[in-house]
């Protein structure tokens, strides 16, 4: 099964696709959206409590969002859906980001919120 990586360049976040690079957005618009540059990995005492076989030994350590986003790869399936959205925001409005933005900031949140493997 093909995976795909994330590229970033010159201030861009881009994905690899089968026609070349998918471009995501600019990575300052990223770290805005996950909270800055690094991100400390923390699990609540209920994640704890239901998950009791899950490894929390990264629990506090601080990880660089950047260096995360590099090496985020992905599969097919979800770089056709990211190729799908639209990479304009749909509107002027200065608050909303562009939906394919959005979809891979959430698989990137997604990515921090689960730690490390």
Known sequence: ?????TIVEDGTVY???DA???TVGAVEDVLAIVGGPSWT???TDE???RHPEMDTA???LTVDVVDMIQAMTHGEQFVTTLAAQPADPPSDDSDTIAPRLGLF???LLENLDSGLD
Do not use: F, N, Q, W
């Open 1 to 5: 099964m093909a995976r795909y990586e």
């Open 15 to 17: 994905v690899a696709s």
């Open 20 to 22: 070349d690079r998918l």
């Open 41 to 43: 990995i923390r699990y």
């Open 47 to 49: 994640e704890k409590t």
């Open 58 to 60: 990264d629990e506090g």
């Open 105 to 107: 900031a959430g698989k």
